[in-house]
C-alpha cells in the first residue's frame, strides 16, 4: 500500500468516540494515526494498520 504522511484514511471498525476516519502522521514499521473525531492519536502495526484498512480518502 502507498500510504504518505498526511493522509486521511477510514477503518472498518470506529474509534469509541464515534469517528471511523483518522489522519496519518507517521509512517515506517509502525503507524501513527489520529481521529479525526477526538484527536487522539494511536501508534500500530504495520500489517495490523493495513489489514484494518477499508479506504484511502485523501492522498496529500
Known amino acids: 500500500m502507498d500510504i504518505q504522511t498526511g493522509c486521511k484514511v477510514r477503518m472498518k471498525k470506529k474509534h469509541p468516540c464515534g469517528a ?21 492519536q494511536v501508534m ?4 495490523a494498520f493495513e489489514k484494518n484498512i477499508k479506504e484511502v480518502l485523501e492522498q496529500d
Do not use: S
Not at 489522519?23 to 487522539?40: H, N, P
Not at 500500530?44 to 500489517?47: A, E, F, M, N, P
Open 20 to 40: 471511523d476516519t483518522w489522519e496519518v502522521l507517521r509512517t515506517g514499521a509502525d503507524f501513527r494515526i489520529k481521529c479525526t473525531g477526538c484527536g487522539r
Open 44 to 47: 500500530i502495526r504495520r500489517d
